[in-house]
Each structure stands twice: as C-alpha cells, then as structure tokens.
C-alpha cells in the first residue's frame, strides 16, 4: 500500500488519536473485555511507532515535521 505524503500527516494523526482514545477507554468504569481493549491498544501502539518511523523518511517532503503533529 502506497500512502501519498499529502496523507502522511494525517495518518500519523489519526493513529495517534486513536491510541489517545484506546487509553482513555481503558479508564471506564463501564468497560467488559478489558483483555480485548489492551491488546487493541498494544497493536495501536506498536502501529504508530511504525508510522512514526516511515513518516521520518518523508517528513521534508510533507512541510510538517512529526513533533508538530504529536
């Protein structure tokens, strides 16, 4: 899968919102498979350090240097 940079931001991003999420999630009181959830957010994690380091390669060509976008 091929991501055009103009998305790049935007996929590190959401990713990240996504992990902020998970985690606050996690903090419900009304959560069940609380198993299910941690493993989501373990995946997520280990998702977004990846995109992370991807985005480095790109993050001239973007305008948008990654600590802006975290």
Known sequence: ???????????????RDAVLYQENLLNSETLRDREDYEEHLL????????????????????GIPLDKLL
């Open 1 to 15: 899968m091929e991501i055009p940079n103009t998305w790049a931001p935007m996929l590190v991003s959401s990713v």
């Open 43 to 62: 995946q997520l994690t280990q998702f977004l350090e990846f995109i992370k380091s991807e985005y480095k390669s790109i993050e001239s060509e973007t």
